[in-house]
């Protein structure tokens, strides 16, 4: 079973308009959680980065959030815009370097 | 600052052949992390290279193994290439690993096609 699982698979939203994706995780012991954005055909860029004491860390219109008690994480898209369809990819590093991925999230940005 | 350059960025092998990957990490970076992306199976971790030596290895098998060079430049081969080894192949580097660091840089990955 995935260590990493986010919700939903995809979604489609329009623009200007806000959402929120989940990733809940059972990686432990826990080190940092990252949100990625991957472009289609691109290499993945990373949006944020918690750690355990971090609950909510800002990039622009990107928000993520980190309940380290419950192991779920949250990014919100404020404003979307068509530039954020993109994949959308949680990825949680336990201390000793191992990372795991979440399948991610595709999300749709529609005019 | 360069980025992350992978080369080559589109590959076509056929079953059985072996293939070498090219990552050059961003300059002053010493770890170089290796990716394998496929739809079915999204992101897998492969191998982490810090300083010359493995520091991290995925669930992969022998057929997959890699280097890191003294300027931190890495190498990724595949040797009896199979069907499911099409993939995007994707480095990233950081400053000195993946979990103490925190931040890595992704390239632009190596589409590779096995027929």
């Known amino acids: 079973k995935n260590q990493v699982e986010q919700s939903p698979q995809s979604l489609i939203i329009l623009e200007g308009k806000n959402c929120t994706l989940q990733c809940n995780y059972t990686v432990s012991p826990f080190s940092n959680l990252r949100w990625y954005k991957q472009d289609t055909g691109r290499g993945p860029v990373s949006l944020t980065i918690?750690?355990?004491?971090?609950n909510t860390k800002s990039n622009g219109r990107y928000t993520a959030t980190l309940d380290a008690d419950t192991k779920q994480s949250s990014l919100h898209i404020t404003a979307s815009q068509l530039s954020d369809s993109a994949s959308y990819i949680c990825v949680v590093s336990a201390i000793d370097y191992k990372l795991s991925f979440g399948a991610g999230t595709t999300v749709t940005v529609r005019a | 600052k360069a980025g992350v350059t992978q080369t080559p960025r589109y590959l076509i092998k056929t079953r059985g052949q072996q293939v070498t990957l090219s990552c050059s990490p961003i300059s002053g970076h010493r770890s170089v992390s290796w990716y394998q992306q496929t739809p079915g199976q999204g992101l897998q971790f492969l191998f982490e290279?810090?300083?010359?030596?493995?520091?991290n290895k995925g669930n992969f098998p022998g057929r997959f193994s890699g280097r890191q060079f003294s300027n931190s430049r890495s190498e990724m081969n595949v040797s009896t290439l199979e069907l499911g080894d099409s993939a995007l192949y994707l480095c990233?580097?950081?400053?000195?690993?993946?979990?103490?660091?925190?931040?890595?840089?992704f390239g632009p990955g190596t589409r590779l096609t096995v027929t």
């Open positions: 290279y810090f300083s010359e030596t493995q520091r």
């Open positions: 990233a580097s950081s400053l000195t690993g993946t979990a103490l660091s925190y931040e890595q840089y």
């Open positions: 918690m750690t355990f004491s971090e």
